[in-house]
């Protein structure tokens, strides 16, 4: 098993690497060393409020992440920094990622996860099924409204590509930005 150290040097070269194949994830700040703090933002698509029940659409989203000491074992902090209206982001910034955190995800794959949140679209549905948001306004205007998903259509990542997803399996992107499961690997 991989030191904490280790493991931050590992996400922070798959952040980099995400960074490059999308046009819509961007490192903005890193510290640490190794990284333990990242503010990413997110030029994709999203609905920042709301105005007489129409979506007021931004393409400018921070998100502050904080990996503390017991990551990876414990999620990741993460406070979002711009308005953003959404069922699973409270108004005062904190994300509910809907999903039980694993040591096994990366933080390249959470990132690629929150920008599906901005985006409504894939894993970034989960509220769909969660009976207690964070903004149950933001989860009733979404019920309602499920035909404008995703509200950015766009590639969110450039070029087909293999990459390993963790110790046990390799990946590939297919052009509908799905990552699906292509074998394992044997990487000790």
């Not at 990413?40 to 920042?48: E, L, P, V």
């Not at 690629?112 to 549905?125: C, D, I, N, P, S």
Request: hydrophobic share 35%; charged share 25%; net charge neutral.
């Amino acid at each position: 098993m991989m030191d904490r150290d280790e493991r931050l040097l590992s996400d922070y070269e798959k952040v980099k690497l995400l960074a490059q194949r999308s046009p819509y994830i961007h490192l903005e700040r890193v510290t640490g060393n190794p990284p333990d703090e990242y503010l990413i933002r997110f030029t994709c698509k999203g609905i920042a409020k709301l105005e007489h029940e129409q979506p007021v659409w931004s393409e400018d989203h921070l998100v502050e992440i904080r990996l503390g000491p017991s990551y990876p074992d414990i999620a990741p902090d993460r406070t979002w920094k711009t308005p953003i209206f959404h069922p699973n982001i409270s108004t005062n910034g904190n994300v509910c990622v809907g999903y039980e955190w694993a040591r096994s995800r990366y933080l390249d794959d959470f990132l690629v996860f929150l920008a599906q949140m901005v985006r409504y679209e894939g894993t970034g549905l989960t509220f769909l099924t969660d009976q207690t948001p964070y903004r149950s306004e933001a989860y009733q205007w979404a019920k309602n409204n499920k035909h404008l998903f995703p509200v950015d259509k766009r590639p969110l990542i450039r070029d087909l590509g293999v990459r390993v997803l963790s110790n046990s399996y390799t990946s590939q992107i297919d052009n509908n930005d799905k990552i699906r499961v292509v074998g394992k690997t044997n990487l000790g």
